[in-house]
């Protein structure tokens, strides 16, 4: 049965991000000067200010009341033992040091990439393509005589777009259009019709539908049809 159904199975993996670079024919401008959307980050940066806050407030009320002949609080007072008694080469010492380290190169790592990774960015007008550096600047302006716009699509909304585009593939039972970064992968059951032709019509189908889309990067297609259960009995 497992040998059957690989033989019934037709696989197709398209990448055109190089035809994509070329543009011959699409009159698409080159990928790579269009770049993705940075997020506002509004909610992670408030609330890594109210932990910063709060444990400086924590910090300088202990402080003063020390000054002021107040006992210390025990836990500070109980850090201060434990680092003022364990070496530098102590496991706790060290495992600590790693993780607080870990913990600021990924704040790091996070302040430098753009995240909105759901969101695919799209190609200028051609009136506005030619202006490359111009569309960009206008990227964080939301305001202004003379402002580019820049447009994009969600990943699962382009998603349910090709995959409308699919089911209109004479042949296809169901499908399913997952829209990654860089890859677009679709999967679908066939109920009549050869599944070569099927699979070269929905092939045919989704390319134009990832053109039209207007993605100011093409992903790479990979298409797979296979016969449905109720077409094999």
Not at 20 to 48: C, E, K, L, M
């Amino acid at each position: 049965m497992n040998a059957d159904q690989k033989m019934r199975q037709s696989t197709s993996a398209s990448a055109y991000g190089g035809r994509a670079r070329t543009g011959a024919g699409d009159g698409d401008p080159p990928p790579g000067r269009i770049r993705r959307f940075w997020s506002v980050r509004r909610v992670p940066a408030g609330i890594v200010a109210l932990v910063i806050a709060a444990i400086s407030g924590l910090l300088l009320y202990d402080v003063a009341a020390v000054r002021s002949g107040r006992p210390a609080m025990r836990w500070r007072e109980w850090l201060a033992d434990e680092l003022a008694s364990r070496p530098l080469d102590d496991a706790w010492v060290m495992g600590g040091a790693a993780l607080l380290a870990a913990l600021g190169v990924w704040m790091v790592v996070l302040a430098l990439a753009p995240g909105l990774r759901g969101l695919l960015p799209m190609r200028p007008p051609e009136a506005e393509a030619g202006s490359g550096k111009g569309a960009e600047a206008g990227a964080g302006a939301g305001a202004g005589a003379g402002v580019a716009v820049r447009a994009g699509i969600d990943r699962t909304s382009a998603g349910l777009v090709l995959r409308d585009r699919a089911m209109e593939v004479p042949g296809v039972r169901s499908a399913r259009v997952d829209v990654g970064r860089r890859r677009v992968r679709a999967r679908a059951l066939a109920h009549f019709r050869d599944l070569d032709e099927v699979r070269a019509d929905l092939d045919a189908a989704l390319h134009e539908g990832i053109r039209q889309l207007g993605l100011a990067r093409r992903p790479a297609l990979s298409v797979r049809v296979r016969r449905s259960a109720k077409s094999k009995g």
